[in-house]
């Protein structure tokens, strides 16, 4: 439902609009960067550019200059403004980057220079970075750096990116502080029963004593928003996409989903971040530094709505009733004649309400010492340790229709008379109505069928220890040299675990026979009769767009009534063997040696600086944890409900990697105006870390062979793993130039081109039963599996060709101060960027076809201007890029699906008082732009999630 006073707002805000916050200011260091600095002061523009003239890199940078001067919520909206650089949404709001086309597995992150633990884990441990954990109010600078230098980190194939927290040295004053204070209001939340009002607030200081020889800095950032959206989409758990590749319509053979699922989500996020920095500078060639960064982020998610599974299944029958030129099912009708069927067998209806509420909480320690030993000559030592931690719920509670059933009777039967219509609507929301006799309010119909818990632990720990030294020299065209040693170990862990009663499809006891009765899971102790449970005391109704009117459960206290507090927590159970396998770490010891010379020198009447340099690379890689053995050869371990396996033994394995990554940057200065630079380097990155850790499962299903000409239904068994430690590590060769020419009058246009040369890549492969012999991946079947049993299909990751991913790269910048009057503070910048590739990865759960590399967009654009008045500010900012390939998480796992293009559209204005105070009004998201998903019809459903818009109204204060 819009708000009356929402239009009012966007007037009031596209009438003072001009385009957002962009590039370009930057601060000389050692070694002269090329940083290009996201903010709306005209200044910062202009220093940037006269800094871009000399740089000996191409590094863009968001500087804030100050503490809490950037407007946005992360890191992430600052970052995704920059030429290149693309945003992934996540809830609403940006969390993961892509950088070139290449999404957050192919990306380092650094702050202060120091590899950072992550905390971006959701259904198995990750590697990219959520950049959420970071609030743009604490980061005084970020730094893309889309060409290498030796003396960065390794694992930036895409590039690297490097956030920094403030020197209290540089402060402008003796003391300074600076607060911000922000009311905010989304305009969907209480569509969907949330609280549409939040707050952000911060508060830092930076102050110098001693003479200025000693500073201190303190940070603090909170974040308390809206956690909401509206969704809907053609899968539901493990059950995904659209089914059949050559669909017969003649014949009765069409497309549909597999599932379908609508909800409607509610909650909080909130996050607390912390900064503090010590900095003491006893003299002129001695300076110590600690610092500290930590956030708590929890971000409460509840769910509920409906869902439909096993759609086409047995024990129903559907009706199409419109059907497209693709053979798809664009309308249709099922009536449920049979819900008795056992193992998601056949086609049911659920009302459902989930907990995927999440805590994250990261923490990074740093400590350096530099020292100018002599004039010319600077050893630094430094040390770091950076942790994150990610918990999340995972909990379902599942209501399905049954007869009447009184607690205690020896018989229980679904609800015979159930089904439903379904009406397509493109890509947006669908319909879905009732039809028999089916009440998704019915508190003498629903009744609880599964109760499901799979709580989740990642950790990510990193601790380094390194050594920089750089010695002045006159050494021809080079005027310095630096060298260091790295040495890092890195260990990510999990624990799963998984709490189970009834099943997903319901639950029924009609008969004494094998099949007329069933439940799926039972492992309640004290012990909880299987049969449909009342939910009186602990239901509401609930709404969600596309779906009927549905029961809402409060899912801490129904589960303490029936199963009694504390008795309901994940277990390991060999039932579900992935509780083990996912349950294991990896652990990377690297060892790091750089060499990098810093020159300076004219090529005839053409001035030339940058650097060439070589960094070494030792890596002993290891998976810690259960390896499959099979034919009950390993260690015998008991599970949690006293089952006992022995297929498995504790191990630890993994290879050792060696790499040599060399890296040249050039720049030349052609004229005053005109500049060249070329850059040359060889990258590196580990896979994906879920995709590293070993391992593996198994599972039995049923196929029939002929015996002695007789069709013969056998047993079959399956495998899956998660990879494997011995994946080769991606690694890249790749090339730049760019040509930039600058104004006399303010401003540049740059033309760049990039090209990389990926070796190898990481897929996930699904090998058909009879693809391969088991033997030759050294997989047997169990001797516990009955004679008969036959191989079946294999799950697994494997390295895969790479190929080329290259762009182009347009940018400008102008400010208009030739103009008259107020029409002198107008300012644009934009950029536009064009990549394609060659590379492929394996289409995974939802496609049997090779799809783009995750994150690639081939056209992406960002659109920027400013109008500065006096003490008036104001800028909008439109981002647009094409569909590109998201991983999504699946139970255990992630599959690549497509994303479909999107625009978005935010904007701010300010005043600014003489005094130190400023008013702020913001607005992101202005066009409600929604996320889709493709699983596998363009023109139909795949996923639907919008999140509205999100207004802020607020003041900043500095004295």
Not at 678 to 688: D, T
Request: hydrophobic letters at 35%; glycine letters at 10%; proline letters at 4%.
């Amino acid at each position: 439902m819009k708000k009356t006073y929402l239009s009012h707002c966007i007037a009031a805000l596209t009438a003072t609009a001009s385009l957002t916050s962009v590039n370009l200011y930057a601060q000389e260091q050692d070694a002269a960067l090329e940083e290009v600095v996201v903010t709306g002061i005209r200044s910062s523009i202009l220093n940037s550019v006269a800094v871009k003239r000399d740089a000996d890199t191409i590094v863009e940078v968001v500087d804030a200059g100050d503490l809490s001067s950037l407007p946005d919520a992360s890191i992430a909206d600052s970052l995704g403004r920059l030429p290149g650089v693309t945003t992934v949404r996540d809830s609403g709001q940006s969390s993961q980057l892509n950088i070139r086309g290449m999404n957050g597995d192919f990306i380092q992150t650094t702050l202060n220079g120091r590899e950072q633990a992550t905390t971006s884990s959701e259904t198995e441990s990750l590697r990219w970075m959520a950049f959420d954990q970071y609030p743009a109010e604490l980061i005084t600078q970020a730094a893309v750096y889309k060409s290498p230098k030796a003396s960065l980190v390794e694992g930036g194939v895409a590039a690297t990116v490097e956030l920094k927290t403030a020197n209290p040295l540089d402060a402008a004053q003796d003391h300074n502080f600076n607060v911000k204070a922000r009311l905010s209001y989304n305009d969907a939340a209480e569509d969907v029963g949330a609280d549409a009002n939040g707050n952000r607030l911060s508060a830092s200081y930076m102050g110098k004593f001693l003479d200025e020889t000693l500073g201190v800095s303190l940070g603090f950032s909170h974040l308390d928003q809206p956690n909401s959206f509206t969704k809907a989409r053609a899968s539901a758990d493990d059950q995904l996409g659209y089914g059949t590749d050559d669909p017969d319509p003649e014949n009765g053979i069409y497309r549909l989903p597999a599932a379908l699922q609508f909800q409607a989500g509610s909650g909080k996020d909130i996050r607390d971040s912390y900064m503090a920095a010590v900095v003491w500078e006893p003299s002129d060639n001695l300076s110590l530094s600690v610092d500290y960064f930590a956030t708590k982020f929890e971000s409460e998610d509840i769910r509920h709505g409906v869902t439909v599974g096993s759609l086409g299944g047995g024990g129903a029958t559907l009706t199409p009733l419109s059907v497209n030129s693709a053979g798809e099912i664009e309308d249709f009708a099922v009536a449920i004649t049979d819900p008795h069927i056992q193992r998601k067998g056949g086609t049911w209806i659920e009302s459902r309400t989930e907990d995927q509420s999440s805590n994250a909480d990261s923490t990074a320690i740093g400590v350096n010492l530099e020292w100018v030993i002599r004039e010319g000559s600077t050893l630094s030592l430094d040390f770091a340790d950076s942790s994150g931690e990610k918990t999340r719920k995972d909990r379902l509670a599942t209501m399905h229709a049954y007869e009447p059933y009184t607690t205690g009777d020896a018989r229980w039967s679904e609800l015979a008379s159930q089904g439903f219509t379904y009406e397509s609507n493109g890509d947006d929301i669908p319909t879905l109505e009732l039809t028999g006799d089916i009440d998704l309010t019915s508190l003498d119909q629903m009744k609880l069928g599964r109760y499901e818990e799979y709580p989740h632990l990642y950790t990510d720990d990193v601790q380094s220890f390194k050594v920089d030294f750089v010695q002045e020299v006159e050494l021809g065209f080079v005027n310095s040299i630096e060298t260091g040693v790295r040495l890092s170990e890195r260990v990510f862990d999990s624990e799963r675990g998984a709490f189970l009663w009834g099943s997903r499809d319901g639950i029924f006891n009609i008969g004494d026979g094998e099949t007329e009765s069933w439940c799926d899971d039972n492992l309640s102790d004290p012990f909880v009769e299987c049969s449909p449970i009342a939910l009186d005391g602990f239901a509401s109704v609930g709404s969600v767009e596309g779906a009927p009117d549905h029961l809402v459960v409060s899912i801490d206290g129904l589960a303490d009534e029936i199963f009694g507090a504390g008795n309901y927590e994940g277990k390991q159970i060999w039932a579900r063997d992935w509780t083990f396998v996912e349950s294991g770490a990896l652990v990377e010891d690297t060892k790091a040696f750089y060499i990098l010379a810093n020159i300076e020198t004219q090529l005839g009447d053409i001035p030339v600086t940058g650097n060439f340099g070589v960094r070494h690379v030792k890596t002993d890689v290891k998976a810690q944890g259960l390896v499959y053995v099979g034919n009950d050869a390993g260690d015998t371990i008991v599970d949690d409900v006293g089952n006992s396996n022995s297929n498995f033994v504790e191990g630890e394995f993994g290879p050792e990697f060696s790499d040599t990554l060399p890296s040249l940057n050039l720049n030349f200065e052609l004229t005053d105006s005109d500049y060249v630079r070329l850059a040359a380097a060889k990258v590196l990155g580990r896979p994906p870390v879920g995709q590293m850790k070993g391992g593996a499962g198994g599972w039995f299903d049923t196929t029939t062979v002929d015996q002695d000409g007789v069709p013969t239904e056998v047993p079959r068994y399956n495998v899956w793993t998660k990879g494997t430690p011995y994946l080769d590590p991606f690694r890249a060769t790749q090339l730049d130039v760019s040509y930039e020419h600058y104004f006399e009058d303010d401003g540049a246009v740059t033309v760049a081109g990039f090209y990389k040369k990926i070796d190898t890549l990481v897929q996930q492969r699904n090998y058909a039963p009879g693809e391969i012999d088991f033997i030759d991946y050294g997989i047997t079947i169990p001797d516990s599996a009955p004679e008969d049993t036959v191989e079946g299909a294999f799950n697994t990751f494997e390295n895969s060709e790479g190929g080329y991913i290259r762009g182009i790269e347009l940018a400008g910048t102008k400010t208009f101060t030739s103009l008259p009057g107020v029409f002198g503070g107008l300012g644009l910048t934009a950029s536009y960027s064009y990549t394609e590739s060659e590379t492929e990865v394996g289409g995974g759960a939802l496609s049997g076809e090779t799809v783009s590399l995750p994150g690639l967009s081939e056209n992406v654009w960002s659109a920027t201007a400013f109008w500065d008045i006096d003490n008036f500010s104001t800028h909008l900012n439109v981002r647009s890029r094409d569909e590109y390939v998201v991983n999504l998480a699946i139970p255990g796992s992630s599959t690549p699906v497509l994303a479909k293009p999107y625009t978005t559209v935010d904007i701010q204005a300010s005043y600014a008082f003489d005094m130190g105070l400023e008013v702020v009004l913001q607005a992101n998201n202005l066009t409600d732009e929604p996320n889709k998903q493709d699983y596998g019809s363009s023109s139909l459903l795949g996923e639907y999630s919008s999140y509205g818009r999100q207004f802020y109204v607020g003041v900043n204060y500095a004295f």
